[in-house]
């Protein structure tokens, strides 16, 4: 089986003690459809993460935010059965005052920080919402889903933590 390697930065901007999240309702043939994820998106040639994340912040958004306003907070990464293989990127930055532009990914809306766990995620998101709020330092982890998108494995800097 060959694996599609991708690398992407997703990003949660923070206000008030609120993300801005992302309702992923617009794409018909989208991995996240219906799902509630930050924004971010995929690596164009020769950018690093940095990069990404202010373009693709910028695009989703309109906010445009200083690159030493993201704070790189963890790697992670995803495997899938379906042959699926991310690296993902992940920071957060303080959200700019005003709204966000429209985006055609979907609805931009902020939601609580204690309430984002009774949105649709991905099980793995949980994990990492977990983190954010957990731990200042870096962190790498690794999320193994089947081929219904279950997931099956967690490991937290080397260490097992499947739930």
Known sequence: MTTDFQLTT???????DKYLMLHRVSKK???NKDKWIG?????EDRESPEECVKREVLEETGYDIPLEDFEYRGIVTFISDKGDYELMSLFTAPCPDGEPAFCNEGELVFVGKKDVYDL???EGDRIFFRLL???RDFFSLKMTYDIEDNLREAVLDGKDITP
């Open 10 to 16: 997703l990003c949660y901007l923070e206000r008030d």
């Open 29 to 31: 043939n989208d991995i």
């Open 39 to 43: 924004v971010g998106g995929h690596f």
């Open 120 to 122: 649709n995620l991905w």
């Open 133 to 135: 709020e957990e731990r």
